[in-house]
C-alpha cells in the first residue's frame, strides 16, 4: 500500500490543496505530514482546518512550534519579519487551532517507517545530500526514515534504512513523495 510524504506547507492552503487533488487523482488516499505545515503563509488556519479533515498524522516541525513558544536556543537567527508574521498568525488561529498543533508528536511510527521533522531527536537538525554526518539519523528498527525540514527533494541509505526527503509543498511547484515500501517517487504539482 502507497503512502504520500508532505513536508513544509508553511501555511500555503493552495499549495497543499493542489498536492491533495494530485494524490485524489493517483489514488493515494494516506499521507504523513513531516512538519512545518502552519506557520510563514498567508493560509495557516485554512491549512489546519484542511489537515484536521484529512485526519492524516502531523509531526511537529520547528516553525510549528515557534508559533506555540518562542526558542531561547534557535540554531538560525530569529529575524523581526518573523516575529511580526507569527503575531499575525496567532491572530488568525483560534485556540482549537493551537490545540491542534499542540497535539503534533514529535515523531510518527507507521509500521517500518519512522517520521520526524529535522530528525528523530531534534527538529532542527539538518541532513543535506552532501552531510557527513549522519548519526542523528541512525536508528534501529526502521526500514524508512522521512523527513523535511531542508525543502530539498532526495533519498539515500542511512544505516539500514531508507532516508527520503518529500521536499516543500510552498514550493513554486508544490513537491511531495509516494512511498511503497521502500521505493519511492518524487513528485511535483502546480499550484499556482
Known amino acids: 500500500m502507497s503512502l504520500a510524504l508532505v513536508s513544509d506547507a508553511h501555511g500555503n492552503d493552495r499549495a497543499l490543496a493542489a498536492v491533495v487533488d494530485e494524490l485524489a487523482r493517483l489514488g493515494i488516499d494516506r499521507a504523513v505530514c513531516l512538519g512545518d505545515m502552519v506557520q510563514g503563509g498567508d493560509n495557516p488556519r485554512e ?20 508559533l506555540l513558544e518562542i526558542p531561547d536556543d534557535s540554531p538560525e537567527e530569529i529575524t523581526d519579519a518573523q516575529l511580526e508574521k507569527r503575531l499575525w498568525t496567532l491572530a488568525h488561529l483560534d485556540e482549537r487551532h493551537l490545540e491542534q498543533i499542540r497535539a503534533f508528536p514529535r515523531t510518527v511510527e507507521l509500521g517500518s517507517l519512522l517520521a520526524f521533522h ?13 552531510s557527513d554526518d549522519d548519526m542523528p539519523w541512525r536508528v534501529d528498527g526502521f526500514d524508512v526514515l522521512a523527513g523535511g525540514h531542508t525543502h530539498q527533494q532526495w533519498t539515500r541509505v542511512v544505516g539500514n ?3 527520503v526527503n518529500p521536499g516543500a509543498v510552498m514550493s513554486d511547484v508544490a513537491e511531495f513523495a509516494i512511498l511503497t515500501g521502500r521505493s519511492v517517487s518524487f513528485h511535483q504539482v502546480a499550484w499556482q
Open 161 to 163: 534504512a531508507l532516508y
Open 118 to 130: 529535522g530528525s528523530p531527536g531534534s527538529y532542527d537538525d539538518v541532513l543535506l545530500p552532501e
Open 47 to 66: 491549512v489546519l482546518d484542511r489537515l484536521s479533515e484529512l485526519g492524516w498524522p502531523v509531526v511537529l516541525g520547528n516553525a510549528d512550534d515557534f
